[in-house]
């Protein structure tokens, strides 16, 4: 059976830079935010959980226009491995745009918010035990290292927040990046903006709700949904 990726060395993983490398680096990351989640509350827990969404949704758009297409071409059972960590990925889209809309009063949140740790859980202990070592065994560390590098160009330019319509798989995923991209980042720089200068608030709401309904249409798109699966059909 093929040795989880948590407990090899850099070496191992194929040296600094490999895409394995990077993967377990941000899943560490996240397992230090979910743990701050867990000890935080009220505004506090508002920006730690946005800290995971930008951390989790670029991780994600990596994941599906960069690495699970190789999966899928190298290993004969690589569709289905593929189907269950995007099937993962749409539960966290859905219940982060809930969180977003029922607010932090919602009495839906306490379920939704441990719902969403749970899933996150999940898709590592699948990503680093069942995934990524398969994907190892077909790779050498020179082709690891190469589609690291790839990985994080487009990790760097990914969409930051959740988009439940889009497709899972390319190209549907990857015609709606850029324009989602430019869209969510903006919103982040907005509502950085507005957490520090109480002034702009209300303009600066009412600007970000204008940027989330161009995302709205740009998701909605039929190109947005060429490629999509049970996932992500609604």
Do not use: C, K, Y
């Not at 394995?20 to 989640?37: A, C, F, I, S, W």
């Not at 109480?198 to 009412?206: F, H, I, L, W, Y």
């Not at 989330?212 to 059909?233: H, K, L, Q, S």
């Amino acid at each position: 059976m093929p040795r989880t990726i948590a407990d090899q060395t850099e070496d191992e993983l194929g040296g600094p830079g490999s895409v394995l490398v990077r993967q377990r680096e941000d899943h560490e990351e996240l397992d230090h935010l979910l743990q701050e989640l867990d000890r935080t509350t009220g505004h506090a827990q508002e920006d730690v959980l946005t800290r995971i969404d930008r951390l989790v949704f670029s991780h994600a758009f990596a994941e599906e226009t960069v690495l699970w297409p190789v999966i899928r071409r190298v290993l004969p059972d690589g569709d289905a491995l593929t189907r269950r960590i995007e099937t993962e990925h749409q539960e966290v889209n859905e219940l982060v745009a809930a969180l977003e809309e029922g607010g932090p009063d919602s009495p839906e949140r306490p379920a939704r918010l441990a719902r969403l740790v749970e899933v996150l859980q999940e898709d590592v202990r699948d990503e680093e035990d069942l995934l990524l070592p398969r994907l190892q065994e077909r790779l050498d560390p020179a082709e690891l290292r190469r589609l690291g590098r790839r990985w994080e160009l487009v990790r760097r330019v990914a969409p930051t927040r959740p988009h439940p319509t889009v497709s899972r798989r390319p190209p549907g995923n990857v015609l709606s990046g850029l324009p989602l991209s430019l869209l969510d980042r903006s919103r982040d720089l907005v509502d950085t903006v507005v957490r520090r200068v109480p002034a702009a608030a209300s303009a600066g709401r009412t600007v970000s709700r204008g940027l989330a309904a161009v995302a709205a249409v740009v998701e909605r798109t039929p190109p947005a949904r060429r490629g999509d699966g049970p996932p992500t059909a609604r």
